[in-house]
């Protein structure tokens, strides 16, 4: 199967204009597990954010789907970890802190 690319749109609540980072994964988990990954390691430089959407690059539409649904679910059962706190919210959002 051929890896997908990844678009997560994030915010940080101090700034006016959204940030976005690109991931190949074979889905939306393995690309939300990268962002966590990255965000951990302080290579998303930010200690809190907001992510807003994560789409998937549809090569047969040429267009972005919405995957957002699917992620905030992964993260709903992702294990809690020392290094950050995710929080899923109604709206589709999913709010990261890292400690």
């Known amino acids: 199967m051929q890896p997908s690319v990844y678009r997560v749109t994030y915010k940080n609540n101090a700034w006016k204009l959204r940030s976005v980072r690109y991931y190949s994964a074979e889905d939306v988990t393995e690309a939300v597990l990268d962002f966590i990954y990255c965000f951990k390691k302080g290579r998303v430089g930010e200690r809190r954010l907001t992510i807003k959407k994560i789409h998937v690059w549809n090569r047969f539409s040429g267009k972005w789907d919405n995957t957002t649904r699917e992620g905030v ?14 929080t899923a919210h109604t709206d ?5 802190r890292r400690v």
């Open 73 to 86: 679910e992964f993260i709903q059962v992702l294990d809690p970890d020392e290094m950050i706190t995710a």
């Open 92 to 96: 589709g959002t999913i709010s990261m």
